[in-house]
């Protein structure tokens, strides 16, 4: 009876799946679950922009199977947003796994017609920002993603890649439905007084102050520009603390749908505004010792970083050109630049922007929420105004 049902799933076009489509799909395309295992489906998460299930059999064998949904009550409401996302995030994926599979939830199947990926299940990791919420530690986070940003980030740039290669690769992770999502929420939406934007009246003194603050604009028109104009990296394009899962042996990153190329600092960035959203946050929660957690897994995410990706390129670069040690210096140092840059984009749009972040949410106390808001905003633009004088110790040095 379930190959007849099967065969009927596969003839039909895109539909939003069932769970009992969903069961049949992770049966039919993994040789997981085996002969006569009694499939059951839980509904995990259904955002508007993806459902997610969970398929487990009567042994405790399970996967995910997650499928891109044609609408979203709120993004498709300013964007258009095709179903393609899910091809981006299943070859990002699959291409950052090639590098370092250690770091990567596994994709055992895409397919196209049903915008649905088969994944390995990793229910024995919590979300990172979950475990931040209740007040957990983990320890080597920013050694994690240090290697896996620095790794992922040389292995599909210039470095390494042909010129022909490297088109090639744009050409395949061209996304420019979920780059605009980006580039007006972080770029643009923020410096306006945007319909989108999440405003209250007590922030309005310091709104207006960004809104008219024409040379921030400035700076941040030119990092808008460069992640327009400067594919140096394939990148995860959303690395913030919910796209990251730990337990005490693994560190996954997952929701890799924003993927594209673009600048290296983007990642690096968008990261380190995580950590810093989430230690000040918790600091106004008082509810641990933040600010010498997240301070020491900035700094260990950047030494690993920079180490890491400075040791690829004097040993693995192949284009004569880039060998050059001075240039590579060069790139490293403008490579912080950015990533400040990115990091402060991030922290204001966090701020005001659309959709603010479960962190922010969890406030009751409307002034503790306010104070912290003006401090991401003055750290936000600090970054960007001071990215190209600002050492990694006087990053430091602003979160104490």
Known sequence: MMAFYLMDLLLMPYHALSPKDAAAFADKH??????????????????????????????????????????HSGLTQYWPVSLHRAQIEADVLKHHAKICPEYLVEVLYYDQELAALLLEDLSDCAVLRHLFFAGQQPERI???????????????SDFVLTGPVKKAR???FNNPELCLVTEDLVFTDPYCNHERNSLSAAQLPELRQ??????????????????????????????HCGNVLISHAECKVIGAEFGCYGPAGFDTGTWIASLILNLIVQSASKKTQAQPYFSGQINVFWQEFSAEFATLMQKETRDQSFQNAMYQQHFLRQLWQDTLGYAGCELIRRTVGWAQPE??????????????????????????????????EQLLAKLV
């Not at 997610?52 to 949904?69: E, H, Y």
């Not at 050694?143 to 620095?150: D, I, M, Q, S, V």
């Not at 921030?216 to 030119?222: G, M």
Request: aromatic content about 6%.
């Open 30 to 71: 993994s040789d997981l679950f085996g002969d006569h295992s009694q499939l059951s489906a839980e509904q995990l998460d259904t955002t508007g922009l993806n459902q997610v299930f969970r398929i487990k059999n009567n042994r405790g064998t399970s996967l995910i199977v997650k499928q891109a949904l044609p609408e």
């Open 142 to 156: 920013g050694l994690h993603l240090g290697r896996y940003l620095a790794k992922t980030g040389f292995y599909s």
């Open 170 to 172: 744009q050409l395949q």
């Open 210 to 239: 960004l809104w008219s603050d024409e040379t921030l604009q400035a700076e941040v028109a030119q990092l808008k520009a460069d992640y327009l104009t400067k594919p140096q990296v394939l990148l995860h394009g959303d690395l």
């Open 359 to 392: 962190e922010l949410n969890k406030f009751t106390d409307q002034r503790v929420k306010l104070e912290v808001q003006r401090q991401l905003l003055a750290l936000g633009r600090d970054l960007i105004m001071q990215r190209r004088q600002l050492t990694p």
